[in-house]
Nanobody
């Protein structure tokens, strides 16, 4: 079993930056592909970013490309999401996940509890 805990969310103004962290306990994350998703009120959960197990392959949702960066630190058993140039439409609860992937398909198996990001104008 993998327990994931997100942190780093908060209130930020338009154009600002935040770095989210996803720390794991119970098992090492080093062999898991990881991904961030987000869910805004009244909307479906949306894919944000993906990173493969060794960090040499990343993918991003269209709405965050060029602004967000996913990375991982095996030594800290943590995955990060650096968010720059934030917009009001980035306001959501952000969830990290650990799962499995094959080709372009990713299946989240474990979820964190989420962290709120609010971008104010």
């Amino acid at each position: 079993q993998v327990q994931l805990v997100e942190s780093g969310g908060g209130l930020v103004q338009v154009g600002g930056s935040l770095r989210l962290s996803c720390a794991a306990s119970g098992r090492t994350l080093s062999r898991y592909p990881m991904a961030w998703f987000r869910q805004a009120p009244g909307k479906e959960r949306e894919f944000v970013a993906y990173i493969n197990w060794n960090g040499n392959s990343t993918k991003y949702g269209e709405s965050v490309k060029g602004r967000f960066t996913i990375s991982r630190a095996h030594a800290k058993n943590t995955v990060y999401l650096q968010m720059n140039s934030l917009k009001t439409e980035d306001t959501a609860v952000y969830y990290c996940s650990a799962g499995a992937s094959s080709g372009t398909y990713y299946r989240p198996d474990y979820w964190g509890q989420g962290t709120q990001v609010t971008v104010s104008s």
